[in-house]
């Protein structure tokens, strides 16, 4: 099925790595944005742009055309923004892409609506170009991102909040101590080697334990175990 002809989604000249290239479609208003990111992940091993689009309109057409496998996403877009373009993916049929949200603010207002509708992670778009095809690759792995920036302003915020619960709610009672220790540190932005090391554990057992976590709460990443246990009161900022 073609994109919406008000939208149109545009197939990128990509080049396959050895094995199965990331797929990644860019959605973002800009259109030197779009070129840019497009030449800069094109030129790494292992990672394919498969298209473009200029806006959030005619979405779900586009990923089910182009198959990608992480979606570059920006926050604010005239027509459909990128928080309902990330709720219209996170609805479709079968398993979703990966969505990293691109924003040019550390503390946009956005963040935890987004978080909530499914999206990754988040991606200042100044960020250096590093940052942009290792942010790719660690979502497209599975794991998720957060700018330090932005973690900062997620922890900020939820220490200017006037109530948080003062103990772990009812949510978390299907999970072991040592799963919410490992969640605490997730929390905490540790990766699962700096976990295994903190608690004495093999990475691959941290891995399972985060899988684990992720079933029982049914949560579909990492991002949104931090948010959980923020919103839980398992972590408390500060703390």
């Not at 800069?40 to 055309?65: F, K, Y």
């Not at 599975?142 to 920036?149: D, I, M, N």
């Not at 699962?192 to 990443?221: F, G, M």
């Given at each position: 099925?073609?994109?919406a002809?008000d939208?149109?989604?545009?197939?990128?000249?990509?080049?396959?790595?050895?094995g199965?290239?990331?797929r990644?479609?860019?959605?973002?208003?800009?259109?030197?944005?779009?070129?840019?990111?497009?030449?800069?992940?094109?030129a790494?091993?292992g990672?394919?742009?498969?298209?473009?689009?200029?806006?959030?309109?005619g979405?779900?057409?586009?990923?089910?055309?182009?198959?990608p496998?992480?979606?570059?996403?920006?926050i604010?877009m005239?027509?459909?923004?990128?928080l309902?373009a990330?709720?219209?993916i996170m609805?479709?049929p079968?398993?979703?892409?990966?969505?990293?949200?691109?924003?040019?603010?550390?503390?946009?207002e956005y963040?935890?609506s987004a978080?909530r509708?499914g999206?990754s992670?988040?991606?200042?778009?100044?960020?250096?170009?590093?940052?942009?095809?290792?942010?790719?690759r660690?979502?497209?792995?599975?794991?998720?991102?957060?700018?330090p920036k932005?973690?900062r302003?997620?922890?900020a915020?939820?220490?200017a909040?006037?109530?948080?619960?003062v103990?772990?709610?009812?949510?978390l009672?299907?999970?072991?101590?040592?799963?919410?220790?490992?969640?605490k540190?997730?929390?905490?932005?540790?990766?699962?080697?700096?976990i295994a090391?903190?608690?004495?554990l093999?990475?691959?057992?941290?891995?399972t334990?985060?899988?684990?976590?992720l079933?029982?709460?049914d949560l579909?990443?990492?991002?949104?175990m931090?948010?959980?246990?923020?919103?839980?009161?398992?972590v408390r900022?500060?703390?």
């Amino acid at each position: 099925m073609p994109p919406a002809p008000d939208a149109p989604a545009h197939d990128v000249p990509g080049h396959d790595a050895p094995g199965r290239a990331i797929r990644v479609l860019i959605v973002d208003d800009q259109s030197m944005i779009r070129a840019g990111f497009a030449a800069l992940l094109n030129a790494h091993e292992g990672i394919t742009v498969v298209g473009t689009t200029d806006d959030g309109v005619g979405i779900s057409d586009a990923v089910r055309r182009m198959q990608p496998d992480v979606v570059l996403m920006d926050i604010r877009m005239p027509k459909v923004n990128g928080l309902d373009a990330t709720r219209t993916i996170m609805g479709m049929p079968g398993t979703p892409p990966k969505v990293i949200m691109l924003t040019t603010f550390d503390a946009d207002e956005y963040v935890f609506s987004a978080l909530r509708a499914g999206a990754s992670g988040f991606l200042l778009k100044d960020s250096p170009p590093e940052e942009l095809t290792q942010a790719v690759r660690v979502v497209a792995a599975g794991e998720a991102l957060l700018s330090p920036k932005i973690t900062r302003a997620l922890i900020a915020d939820y220490a200017a909040r006037p109530t948080l619960p003062v103990s772990p709610s009812a949510t978390l009672s299907a999970l072991t101590d040592r799963e919410l220790d490992v969640m605490k540190l997730v929390a905490a932005g540790r990766s699962n080697a700096e976990i295994a090391t903190e608690l004495h554990l093999a990475e691959q057992t941290v891995k399972t334990h985060v899988s684990r976590i992720l079933n029982k709460l049914d949560l579909r990443d990492r991002t949104q175990m931090v948010v959980c246990a923020y919103e839980s009161g398992l972590v408390r900022a500060g703390r």
